[in-house]
Structure formats: C-alpha cells, structure tokens
T-cell receptor, first 112, second 113 residues
Framework: EADIYQTPRYLVIGTGKKITLECSQT?????MYWYQQDPGMELHLIHY???????EKGDLSSESTVSRIRTEHFPLTLESARPSHTSQYLC???????????FGSGTRLTVV | GENVEQHPSTLSVQEGDSAVIKCTYS??????FPWYKQELGKGPQLIID?????GEKKDQRIAVTLNKTAKHFSLHITETQPEDSAVYFC????????????FGTGTQLKVEL
C-alpha cells in the first residue's frame, strides 16, 4: 500500500498556466525529493528537502519551485507552464541516510 | 559526484531463464545500493538493497551481489516470469550529499513466453 500520494495522476494544460503538483506522505519522513523522468527512462533530481523550511535545487535545472511548510507535504509549482515541461514527475521520500526511497505513482504532465 | 553506470539498457529473456543487470559506481565511499522496479504507469518500487558490510543478499527469486573492490553490484533474477517485465534501476548514494541517490539509466527487461 502506497504511503506517498501524488495528485493529479494526469494533467493536460495550456501554455502559460500556473500549476501545482501535489505530493504527500504519511510516513513522517524528513527527506523528500522530486524527480523528472524523461521518455528515455532516466531519473533526474530537480528538487529535494531535508525537512521543514529546507529546500534545495537538484542536479537538473528546473524552472519549477517547491515548498516544505509541513513535514508531510512537498508541492511543486510551475508558474508558467511550457511544452518543454511535458514530462513525468515523481515524488519520493526517505527515512534517512542509506535508506531506500518510497516513490509516489507520479504525475504525467502534458503542456499543449 | 557519484556516477552510476548500468548495463544493459535492454534485456530480453525467455520465461524461466535468469536475468542479470550490472551497475558500476565511482565513489568508493558509497555503502548502500538499492534496486528499483518500475512497472508501466507506476513509480519505481524498492525490491532489494544491500549494504557494504555484506557481499550478497537474496529474497526469493531475486538477489544482489556487491564487489566493493571492483565497485560494481548486480541484480540477479532467477526463474523469470512475465510479471518480471519492467524497467529496473540501480542506485548509489552521493556521499557528502546527504541521502541523495544517483540512479543508473535503467534496464528494460522483457520476459518472453
């Protein structure tokens, strides 16, 4: 049973719209991550957080922003969506160092 | 930073055969190596992991082996079944970078009847 939830699962929006992808976990994990997954399968880290009020940019440059006001919630926002933002976005959380990640089911975003 | 190479990128086996996927890593300080399975339309799921104090770990039909000297680790699936068809990712931690994992590029495994 998944303890990390992403909504929506699928989203089709027009260029220029502002969107927020939701991610929530019920495991009390401090560490949370956002990955972008391209059609070639590779996972690219775009944001991460080690706890409340902590956010950092990942290895792949992204125009998105994140916030971490509550431990369980790590939303990702795109202020002005573009077709280049079309991708699968995966959220994950972890109990600590050298522990595996628990991934959500992902949000497949299409910007038209 | 950590670099993780994964091979092969695609693997096709007959049902009942074994499948092996290999990964190499660059950071000799890495000490945790998970494997993930991603089915179509789902997020990656942790299927097995190994820490550097052991050389092998098994869980039913899957096993992971670790060679710290050579800096490589492998996933072994025996008696493959159609439901094993998925994308598999290896990963290793970026030491000094918190709990950030660096993922391999993925292996598309297809088990044919």
């Amino acid at each position: 049973e998944a303890d990390i939830y992403q909504t929506p699962r699928y989203l089709v929006i027009g260029t220029g719209k502002k969107i927020t992808l939701e991610c929530s976990q019920t495991m009390g994990h401090d560490k949370m991550y956002w990955y972008q997954q391209d059609p070639g399968m590779e996972l690219h880290l775009i944001h991460y957080s080690y706890g409340v009020n902590s956010t950092e940019k990942g290895d792949l440059s992204s125009e998105s922003t994140v916030s971490r006001i509550r431990t369980e919630h790590f939303p990702l926002t795109l202020e002005s969506a573009r077709p280049s933002h079309t991708s699968q976005y995966l959220c994950a959380s972890s109990a600590g160092f050298n522990y595996g990640y628990t991934f959500g089911s992902g949000t497949r975003l299409t910007v038209v | 930073g950590e670099n993780v190479e994964q091979h092969p990128s695609t693997l096709s086996v007959q049902e009942g055969d074994s499948a092996v996927i290999k990964c190499t890593y660059s950071d000799s300080a890495s000490n945790y190596f998970p494997w993930y399975k991603q089915e179509l339309g789902k997020g990656p799921q942790l299927i097995i992991d190994i820490r550097s104090n052991v050389g092998e770990k098994k869980d039913q039909r899957i096993a992971v082996t670790l060679n710290k000297t050579a800096k490589h680790f492998s996933l072994h699936i025996t008696e493959t079944q159609p439901e094993d068809s998925a994308v598999y990712f290896c990963a290793a931690p970026l030491t000094g970078g918190g709990n950030k994992l660096t993922f391999g590029t993925g292996t598309q495994l297809k088990v044919e009847l």
